[in-house]
């Protein structure tokens, strides 16, 4: 066992024990695998007497933590607790630590009061008491029999430091990097104490963790589907990564050199190795047209990069983009911003940043969205990265750090909004409490039903692919604002290479990625070599995604030798038209649609921004209604 003590400034001693596995055995009848913390409470007044108070601290997958030289895992363990147990709020000024910590909501299975001590040291130790701990005025808390009933629960409610708390209970629909990012920050505002009382956090989801970023396995490694890179601007992502311990890979997608764009007849560019060289290029070819457009996408990213530092959270979409003073941006087109507006040849347009508008969102500019074909011209920069093994594992380790309950193969069928009588409510909400009943069937058990309640309920999932029916809340499934979601067929290939002349260029060049410009008859929006890399047998794996499935005739006349090893069907993003109108983020009291932001821009950093937004509504909700 190791121990530690010391002392924080109001005259607390605690005691750090931490057991290993047998000496937990010995020392406690509980049967998780389990540690525990030892406080001993001494205050200054001689009227207070001193108690031991057992803290359990649960461990990882059954193993130790370092609690005593890792302050933030002890404090994270510490908060992680039981809802059926009892709470109290206790600031130490942490000499182990230098800082100052709020260690709140204490786990409290167990009070062993000291036999008999006053904590002054004078006193009889053999002599037992009963008095109620934490107390700071022994003779203040004999209760006076002629005093009435409200003034001694107005007095048991001020001074004792520990009582039973009902966690508050939290339902998130959708683990994908929505979901489980919004669990994240749901558990961050609780560990910062923003929000007041313990969570309990309850994931549904109906297919496999990841949602959208999902992979398959090819001759033993892994192969992205979906949500593939992330962007060194990327802040959040990239600091979910650092703090899981997550690794990373650059991305061999479209940080390749043997880049080429065609138009459906011949390659209207080919990328040099040497960027100088390209940049003259496109001036040559486009005169001040590609000046225009990066001057122009600088000035939307540096103003959407604001959106970090708001000092509150939005409260609708339209709120966020008319901040940071891009709202127009996302109410017009490619086409009408980038030509209309700004002066941008439409060669270049149709020519360059198709390519990219393509590749990112498989959609065209005269459709997509100013913002959307922004942000998704950010990400053909340098320095894309993904995660090793695959960016679902981002989900993954965000529900485990959360310990949120992940109900796997279950689907939302309804949401019931339920007022009930609650005294503890002020007149104006008429004395009622809103809690919301989830009825979800079980996909891997014969569709059995199941009803839970909870206090606040997330979507994070696009309404758009869910039957929920919504029951005593003022709108119905259809009056929720919606949009079209962009399938996108996605093949992979093994090949030994792809067929460079039929693409017309020079067979002596390889290629390793094809992009397409503006035309709508192309059978393809991108055809790339895939990070997955090469097959046992030497052939290269490549990915394509195209408007529909490829008809095999054509894949032998893209590739030397090809074999398809995957087809999948993706709705994998909105058709993100310029939106008149976004769906709420807050669709009622204590109800939460988090993908309400995806109709402006679908990227996995853009939607733990709304994640992280989404928190902190919640943490401000619960504030005002406690």
């Keep these: 066992m190791e121990q530690i003590t010391g002392t924080i400034n109001n005259g607390l001693i605690y005691q750090l024990s931490r057991y290993n596995k047998s000496e937990y055995l010995e020392n406690t009848i509980q049967s998780s695998d389990l540690g525990f913390l030892t406080i001993q409470a001494r205050f200054n007044n001689n009227n207070i007497y001193c108690y031991s108070i057992i803290i359990y601290i649960l461990f990882e997958n059954g193993s130790e933590k370092d609690l005593i030289l890792e302050k933030d895992n002890m404090v994270r363990e510490i908060k992680r607790m039981n809802p059926d147990s009892l709470y109290g709020e206790l600031e130490i000024d942490n000499i182990l630590f230098g800082t100052q910590i709020n ?3 204490f786990l409290t299975h167990t009070l062993k009061p000291h036999i008999g001590p006053k904590c ?9 008491h009963n008095h109620p701990f934490f107390e700071t005025d022994h003779d203040r808390h004999q209760h006076n029999n002629n005093n009435n009933n409200n003034n001694e629960k107005e007095d048991k409610k001020s001074h004792n430091h520990f009582e039973q708390v009902k966690p508050i209970k939290i339902a998130i629909i959708g683990s994908g990097i929505g979901g489980s990012s919004c669990a994240y920050y749901i558990n961050e ?6 929000i007041y009382k313990p969570i309990e956090i309850t994931v549904f989801e109906k297919e496999k963790i990841g949602g959208r970023t999902r992979n398959i396995d090819i001759q033993g490694k892994y192969t992205e589907l979906g949500g593939s890179v992330v962007h060194p601007l990327n802040e959040n992502i990239i600091g979910l990564i650092n703090k899981l311990g997550l690794k990373i890979k650059k991305s061999e997608e479209v940080d390749n050199n043997n880049l080429v764009i065609w138009n459906g007849k011949e390659f209207i560019f080919s990328q040099h190795p040497y960027t100088i060289i390209n940049q003259l290029k496109m001036l040559y070819n486009y005169y001040m047209s590609p000046i225009k457009f990066k001057n122009a996408r600088d000035d939307v990213i540096n103003k959407f990069l604001k959106g970090y530092n708001n000092s509150e959270p939005f409260k609708t979409v339209e709120e966020f983009y008319k901040n940071l003073g891009l709202l127009e941006v996302t109410k017009s087109t490619a086409k009408e911003h980038f030509c209309d507006k700004l002066g941008i040849s439409s060669e270049f347009v149709e020519d360059i940043l198709s390519a990219g508008m393509r590749v990112n969102y498989n959609q065209d500019y005269d459709n997509l969205s100013a913002f959307a074909a922004f942000i998704g011209l950010a990400g053909t920069d340098d320095g894309l990265f993904s995660v090793q093994g695959g960016n679902y594992q981002i989900s993954e380790a965000l529900l485990n750090n959360t310990k949120s309950k992940v109900l796997s193969t279950h689907e939302v069928i309804e949401i019931e909004k339920v007022l009930i009588d609650d005294d503890n409510n002020n007149e104006e909400n008429n004395n009622n409490k809103v809690i919301y009943k989830i009825t979800s069937k079980d996909l891997s058990s014969n569709n059995q039903l199941s009803i839970d309640e909870f206090d606040i309920v997330v979507i994070s999932t696009p309404i758009e692919f869910s039957k929920i029916k919504f029951t005593g809340l003022p709108f119905t499934h259809e009056t929720i604002p919606k949009k079209d979601y ?3 067929h996605v093949h992979l ?10 693409f017309g260029y020079p067979k002596d060049h390889p290629i390793d990625c094809i992009l397409t410009s503006f035309n709508k008859s192309l059978p393809f929006f991108s055809l790339c070599e895939n990070s997955r890399g090469k097959l046992d047998d030497g052939r290269q794996v490549f990915k394509i995604f195209a ?4 008809d095999s005739n054509l894949i032998d006349k893209f590739f030397i030798k090809p074999e398809l090893l995957h087809y999948h069907v993706w709705s994998a993003y909105p058709v993100l038209t310029p939106a008149q109108k976004f769906p709420p983020i807050i669709i009622d009291h ?8 995806e109709h402006s821009v679908s990227t996995i950093e853009t939607t733990t921004i709304s994640s992280k937004n989404t928190a902190r509504l919640i943490a401000n909700y619960l504030k005002n209604n406690k």
């Design 120 to 128: 002054n040291g004078n006193e009889n130790k053999n002599i037992p």
């Design 493 to 502: 290939i093994g090949a030994n290479s792809i067929n460079a002349e039929y």
């Design 189 to 194: 505002e609780f560990l910062s104490d923003r």
């Design 486 to 488: 962009k399938k996108v």
């Design 590 to 597: 204590g109800l939460f649609y988090n993908n309400a932001f």
């Design 547 to 550: 408007p529909k499935k490829l």
């Design 103 to 105: 260690l709140k909501y």
